[in-house]
């Protein structure tokens, strides 16, 4: 399950459908959006993508994710267009009989997201904004 979304992401309904009974880990990362970075006060933030690209290098990033690491399943949302502070911009959510493998899985999709696939970000302040390049 990889999508890109631009309402709010439904981080239980994302892991409902992932988990299964021979499941014994459900690791879930969200990435929220904060209220500021860099030393300035962020008002809200822009996510765009090359949508096509995007999502293939998502289900890229899940098989690689299930052929390195003892895993069941995963999904990858990531939202797009405007989002305030609090709101979650990326959720993860890996299954697996152990939770090492979770945990395992979860932190290399979501570097390889940052690394890896076309979505960019801007950030918006009180008296300006700014396009983010690199991981962050």
């Known amino acids: 399950m990889f999508r890109l979304v631009h309402e709010p992401i439904d981080t239980n309904s994302l892991r409902n459908a992932l988990v299964h009974p021979e499941d014994g880990a459900v690791a879930i990362f969200e990435g929220i959006v904060r209220n500021h970075a860099r030393g300035r006060q962020v008002s ?9 690209m ?28 405007r989002l305030d502070p609090g709101d979650c911009s990326v959720a993860i959510v890996v299954t697996a009989a152990h939770r090492a493998d979770a ?11 940052k690394k890896t696939v076309p979505i960019w970000k801007k950030e918006c302040y009180e008296d300006g904004e700014s396009w983010i390049e690199g991981p962050d």
């Open 44 to 52: 809200s933030l822009e996510y765009h993508a090359y949508e096509a």
């Open 54 to 81: 995007a999502l293939k290098a998502l289900e890229e990033i899940g098989a690689r994710a299930k052929r390195e690491f003892q895993i069941h399943d995963i999904g990858i949302v990531h939202r797009l267009g």
């Open 103 to 113: 945990f395992d899985a979860c932190r290399f999709a979501i570097d390889a997201i």
